[in-house]
């Protein structure tokens, strides 16, 4: 880790840095950024992240950062104290936000499953094709992340799933969905919006909007439960098949009831 100076301003941590608000130096309490500050921290933010992405954690510095934004390196201790700082930021910039926006719209009693998972799928994917940087640079520097730091971003993912799988599971009570293993299912959704970071590229022709409704939609043609599922004639190997699929999904919910 790179030793931050003596003296100076602490830094600000992840939603401090949304949040707009900070910790003065002399530690009395938050104060608000300047306008100007908070542009910088943003541009200092942004450029960290695109550094960790193409050079990885451990092969970016703090002077790496400081050349990018235009700073010298002791004007960037007046915003940042060290790396890990600035993982922080990300982490709560994308993990822990993810987490806490999707818990928001799970809990939403004016949507049904469907539009839950809809909304859920569209909030991750423009997130991973809006800020593209963030995620890839937290995906390429897990292992290289120090442990409370790695800790933090755990326990968001976990968030993430949890949410994702408590819509599969009120769908399926609901009768809205199949009756799929909700875990393997919400995992399959989740990488498949993750991947969006990856291939991507925003334009102004381009937009992210199109692409999260049809990844939306895909994911909800993934879960939906179709009546025509079962034919008025089925075959009997077909229709034994649905019939252990049903018995399946009741055998776990017992299993879990235990």
Request: aromatic share 4%; proline share 6%.
């Amino acid at each position: 880790m790179e030793e931050p100076p003596v003296s100076g301003v602490d830094g600000v941590y992840g939603d401090r840095v949304t949040e707009d608000v900070e910790r003065g130096g002399n530690g009395r309490g938050p104060r608000k950024q300047a306008p100007r500050r908070k542009l910088m921290m943003s541009e200092i933010l942004e450029q960290a992240m695109q550094l960790f992405a193409e050079r990885g954690y451990e092969g970016t510095t703090l002077q790496d950062v400081a050349d990018a934004v235009g700073l010298s390196r002791p004007n960037l201790y007046n915003y940042v104290r060290s790396k890990e700082e600035l993982l922080v930021a990300m982490v709560e910039a994308t993990s822990q936000e993810a987490a806490n926006s999707l818990r928001a719209l799970r809990e939403r009693s004016d949507l049904d499953s469907t539009q839950k998972l809809q909304a859920l799928v569209r909030a991750l994917v423009l997130q991973r094709a809006n800020n593209p940087a963030q995620f890839r640079t937290l995906d390429r520097s897990e292992q290289a992340l120090p442990s409370d730091i790695a800790e933090r971003h755990l326990d968001s993912r976990r968030a993430v799933l949890r949410e994702v799988t408590g819509v599969l599971d009120e769908g399926i009570v609901a009768g809205l969905f199949r009756p799929l293993d909700s875990r393997v299912t919400a995992l399959s959704i989740i990488g498949m919006c993750n991947w969006v970071a990856w291939w991507f590229h925003p334009a102004p022709a381009h937009p992210a909007g199109p692409v999260a409704e049809q990844i939306a939609a895909n994911a909800v043609a993934m879960v939906v439960q179709v009546d025509e599922r079962r034919p008025s004639a089925p075959t009997p190997l077909g229709a034994v098949a649905l019939l252990q699929q049903d018995l399946d999904y009741l055998a776990r919910l017992l299993r879990e009831a235990d």
